[in-house]
Nanobody
Framework: QVQLVESGGGLVQAGGSLRLSCAAS????????MGWFRQAPGKEREFVTA????????YYAGSVKGRFTISRDNAKNTLYLQMNGLKPEDTAVYYC???????????????WGQGTQVTVSS
């Protein structure tokens, strides 16, 4: 079973950038497709982006496409989310998740991190 720990969240002004990391341990990282989800207060957890096991195919929610970039380093057992052009509506707790396939449905992901807070001020 894989354990996931996110880091890199914080407070940033609108238009700024952050890079989130998700460190995996306990199992072979490259066995898993990975995703990033986010949850704002009072809202459902929503899909942000996903990447396949070898890192050559990615998927993005329309709201972040062109601003966010997902990547992974299987040698370092780490998933990344580069977030540029941040907007106040990007404010949320960001979670990384591991599953069998890189889909948009959160129910398909078996393992989750504890989340990291991202706050974008206007």
């Amino acid at each position: 079973q894989v354990q996931l720990v996110e880091s890199g969240g914080g407070l940033v002004q609108a238009g700024g950038s952050l890079r989130l990391s998700c460190a995996a341990s306990g199992s072979t990282f490259s066995r898993y497709a990975m995703g990033w989800f986010r949850q704002a207060p009072g809202k459902e957890r929503e899909f942000v982006t996903a990447i396949n096991k070898i890192g050559d195919t990615t998927y993005y929610a329309g709201s972040v496409k062109g601003r966010f970039t997902i990547s992974r380093d299987n040698a370092k057992n780490t998933l990344y989310l580069q977030m540029n052009g941040l907007k106040p509506e990007d404010t949320a707790v960001y979670y990384c998740a591991a599953g069998s396939v890189p889909v948009t449905t959160k129910l398909a992901y078996e393992h989750w991190g504890q989340g990291t807070q991202v706050t974008v001020s206007s």
